[in-house]
T-cell receptor, first 113, second 111 residues
Framework: NAGVTQTPKFQVLKTGQSMTLQCAQD?????MYWYRQDPGMGLRLIYY???????DKGEVPNGYNVSRLNKREFSLRLESAAPSQTSVYFC????????????FGPGTRLTVL | SQQGEEDPQALSIQEGENATMNCSYK?????LQWYRQNSGRGLVHLIL?????REKHSGRLRVTLDTSKKSSSLLITASRAADTASYFC???????????FGKGTTLSVSS
């Protein structure tokens, strides 16, 4: 099992460009999450998907959109990147509401110039 | 707003010493988790403690929970250089649908 995978690992964008961060899990988990982590900060929740077909905003959703493509995949899209979106992005999954533990991917380091 | 707040922000110890990290949170919870993050990597789940538990052990880890004070602590005994990492407590949000992370405690263990 690969667990939670994220692509790409690194990305540099110019202001105004768009891109999609991909996340996939092979653990048959129902819930998936997108967080961002800025230097010296904890993780802040951007969006989450409690189950296939549902998505909800987290603490910092502005400037992002998400798609729960199927049970395995949960993508994060930046339509018009801004320097304030420079961050490390982590995807996570959780089996379901009966299990609290989240499993994290290795992260995508994004720089917006 | 963040729920989990760790203290201290940074901790430096020698190998073999114990490391204690504290966490405070704001609202009632039914469980609290601790995670570790090695530099530049994703978070790894360490331990979960439920609101009806006061203490829980896992190997060299000991976690306590005081719901009356809304606080938790993580003790790592006999620290090793490999324990060097950031440690985060993560109580759930009020809806129980996601976790709220603080800034973490950065632990440095020197040999």
């Amino acid at each position: 099992n690969a667990g939670v995978t994220q692509t790409p690992k690194f990305q540099v964008l110019k202001t105004g460009q768009s891109m999609t961060l991909q996340c996939a899990q092979d653990m048959n988990h129902n819930s998936m999450y997108w967080y961002r982590q800025d230097p010296g900060m904890g993780l802040r929740l951007i969006y989450y998907s409690a189950s296939e077909g549902t998505t909800d905003k987290g603490e910092v959703p502005n400037g992002y959109n998400v798609s729960r493509l199927n049970k395995r995949e949960f993508s994060l899209r930046l339509e018009s990147a801004a320097p304030s979106q420079t961050s490390v992005y982590f995807c996570a999954s959780r089996r379901d509401e009966s299990r609290a533990e989240q499993f994290f991917g290795p992260g995508t380091r994004l720089t917006v110039l | 707003s963040q729920q989990g707040e760790e203290d201290p922000q940074a901790l430096s110890i020698q190998e073999g010493e114990n490391a204690t990290m504290n966490c405070s949170y704001k609202t009632s919870i039914n469980n609290l988790q601790w995670y570790r993050q090695n530099s530049g990597r994703g978070l790894v789940h360490l331990i979960l403690i439920r609101s009806n538990e006061r203490e829980k052990h896992s190997g060299r880890l000991r976690v306590t929970l005081d719901t009356s004070k809304k606080s938790s602590s993580l003790l790592i005994t006999a620290s090793r250089a490999a324990d060097t990492a950031s440690y985060f407590c993560a109580p759930p949000n009020q809806a129980g649908t996601a976790l709220i992370f603080g800034k973490g405690t950065t632990l440095s263990v020197s040999s």
